[in-house]
Structures are given as C-alpha cells and as structure tokens.
C-alpha cells in the first residue's frame, strides 16, 4: 500500500524561521517512515514553497537553504501542492504559519493538516482578543491594556502617562501578535517605556501592555486524542534570564524544566491542566496546542499565552511532556497525524 505522504511545511516568512526549521527537522527524522513518506516543503521568505531534498535540512540557518534552492531544490506553486503530499504536518511558526494563513490555503487544496483551523489559528497568535475570550470563559488572565501605534505617534506623552497610571512599573510590553518572546519588554522604570513600545511597534501595530506577573511560568500540552481532549504532565520552567526570553527557549542548556512540576504541588497541577483543556476548547483549537500561564504567589492560575501550534525541537514542551507520558517522538507524531486525519474527516469548514 502507499504510504501517507506526509508534507513537512517548515522554514517562512516569520521571525520564527529558525525555529520552524529546528521543529520540521526534528519531525523529518522522527517520522515513521513504515506508515508514512516525508515530503520536506520549504517556504521562503516571499512564501514560496520549493520540495528540498533531505540534504538541505540538515542545514543550520533558514539562509544556507535558501541559498541553495535554486540548485537543489524544486519549486512547487500553492496549486500544485496537492499533486505533491497527502497530509501537511505544519511545522511553521508565527505569521504565516500558525495565524491561519498557510491553514486557510490548506484548506483551500483540501489537504488535512495538524493544528487548529483557520479562526483558531489566527486566535491562537492575538493575545488580546485570546484575552477577552479566556475572561468570558471565566479563566484568569493579566490585566492589560492596548496602546496602537496612532496614538502613541499622536502623544507619546499621553500615552506614557495613562500607563503610568494603570500599571506601576514593572510590567510587560509585547508586540499583541507574534511570538518566541520577540519583542517582548519588561518595563522596569519610566524610562524604559519608549524603548518597550519603540520594539513592539517594529512588529505589529498593536502593543500589549501587561501587569507583572511574579510567580512561577508553566506550559502545558493538550491533545485532542480519539475525540477525547486531555493534558500533557505539565512543564514548570527556570528561565536563566529575568524572563524567558528568544535564548532561554532555544540555546542549549539554558532553561530548566520540570516535568511534572517541582514546586507546583499535583492538585494545583491538576487544575491548570483542567485550565488548559478549558482554553483549548474555548478558543476552539483543534489537533493540538500549548496553553502557557504562571502560577502567582498568591495561589491564582492565570492563563497567559495560548498557542495554536507549539516548537517541535527534541528538547521542546511538546516531546518532554510526551515522554512523561510514555511516547517517543515517533509514537506522538504517529497519533498527532491521525488524529489531525480524522478530525479533518469529521469537519464541515474551514472554521471547524
Ligand atoms: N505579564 C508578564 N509578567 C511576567 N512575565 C511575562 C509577562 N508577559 C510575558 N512575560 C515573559 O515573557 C515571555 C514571553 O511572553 P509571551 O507573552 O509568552 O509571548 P510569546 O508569544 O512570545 O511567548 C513569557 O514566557 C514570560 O517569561
Ligand atoms: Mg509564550
């Protein structure tokens, strides 16, 4: 019988390309190759896709590929895609690629694919709209409050002053869509807030302005497995930084995790867990996500950064909190894809 022909979408036009390209190659070396073939499409900066062969993945930055595609690898149009593989395993991060874009054209071919469908995607990546759905559902989240780049280029002034007022500092500056902490500030003294805004405006229009949060940062997988939704072990993270910035997530020996937490005690883990199941289901993820939040010291769970898609590289979330539940990358790839098959069996639209 033919195999499955599975097509790993890695690389983009995001600010997490190198991110995407350590996942998709992590996912490329652990598919099983018994059941499925694995494709390797690359998209490059313009959003091209090209179908590379395996010697182009194991190169080390997003710029060695791209200078070789021209070469040794073939170009493919949106179209054409569908001649080309029969599943897409999106291994894209950020704009792009989990915001509902490369979803929605996915959707457009008819090809299923891992991860939430188009609206969930793109909610997945807007942490103030997430918000205000996580706040309806009755979960706790930080408070916040959105500058737009119009008026802070109108009166800065103003705007400095009203934050001031809502949040003394310090608290959190971040671009409201994008992520692996890009653009991400901590506001530790007036000063500080020109230059917070000044790098979110570099990535979006919109700038989220949070509360600090002082406690302890989780991550926390969720499956939809055979129709059921259910929880990973939960992570708790060290970051080695004051916050866990681009570096902690991805150098080497960095951060230290604890799956199952250390210090969170197990009813506490249970409810975030629960937690988490909530937000997946209330922003109508599908397939899989990584709900993120902190545990203050107080005791309160706040839900802080749903994710739609999650880094797939050996060490990430996804295949630690995998292990702790007795799967090898392999084994959890395997189940995510037919999963990923049977719900998009079951769907009636791209929003579904
Ligand atoms: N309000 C906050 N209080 C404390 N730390 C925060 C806050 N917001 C973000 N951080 C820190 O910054 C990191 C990245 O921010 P996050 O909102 O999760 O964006 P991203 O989508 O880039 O992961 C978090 O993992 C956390 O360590
Ligand atoms: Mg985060």
Redesign the pocket.
């Known amino acids: 019988m033919a195999r499955l022909r599975v097509g790993i979408i890695l690389g983009g036009m995001s600010s997490e390309r190198e991110v995407s390209l350590n996942s998709g190659r992590n996912v490329y070396d652990n598919l099983d190759r018994e059941a499925y073939e694995a494709v390797p499409v690359f998209m490059d900066l313009k959003g091209n896709l090209w179908i590379i062969p395996w010697q182009l993945i194991s190169q080390n930055t997003t710029t060695d590929i791209s200078e070789r595609l021209a070469g040794e690898a073939r170009p493919i149009g949106y179209e054409d895609l569908k001649e080309e593989i029969d599943f897409a395993f999106i291994s894209l991060h950020g704009k792009y690629g989990d915001d509902g874009c490369i979803q929605g054209l996915l959707e457009l071919l008819g090809i299923p694919y891992t991860g939430p469908g188009v609206l969930a995607s793109a909610l997945g990546m807007d942490?103030h709209i997430q918000q205000s759905i996580l706040k309806a559902e009755g979960l706790d989240v930080?408070r916040s409050h959105v500058v737009t780049i119009e008026d802070w280029r109108r009166d800065s002034r103003a705007v400095k002053n009203n934050l001031l007022t809502l949040f003394p500092p310090p608290?959190?500056v971040?671009p409201t869509r994008?992520?692996?902490?890009?653009g991400?500030r901590?506001v530790r003294e007036e000063g500080d807030i020109e230059t917070a805004l000044e790098e979110a405006f570099r990535w979006d229009l919109k700038a989220l302005v949070?509360?600090?949060?002082?406690g302890i940062?989780f991550s926390c997988i969720v499956l939809e497995d055979e129709g059921e939704v259910r929880y990973l072990d939960v992570t708790e993270?060290h970051?080695q930084s004051d916050?866990?910035?681009y570096d902690d997530k991805y150098m080497p020996g960095r951060c230290r995790k604890f799956t199952p937490p250390k210090n969170i005690p197990p009813e506490m883990t249970s409810k975030i867990g629960e937690m988490a199941v909530r937000a997946f289901k209330a922003l109508g993820f599908r397939s899989y996500g990584r709900i993120?939040g902190?545990v203050l010291k107080d005791g309160r769970i706040l839900i802080?950064?749903p994710?739609s898609s999650s880094g797939m590289a050996p060490s990430s979330f996804f295949f630690e909190q995998a292990a702790s539940a007795g799967m090898l990358p392999s084994m959890i790839i395997s189940r995510l894809i037919e999963n990923a098959l049977a719900i998009h069996r079951g769907k009636k639209g791209p929003l579904c």
Do not use: H, Q, R, W
């Open positions: 942490k930080p608290f959190f971040k994008e992520g692996s902490s890009v991400v901590a949070e509360e600090y949060l002082d940062e993270i970051p916050f866990y910035t993120d902190f802080t950064d994710n």
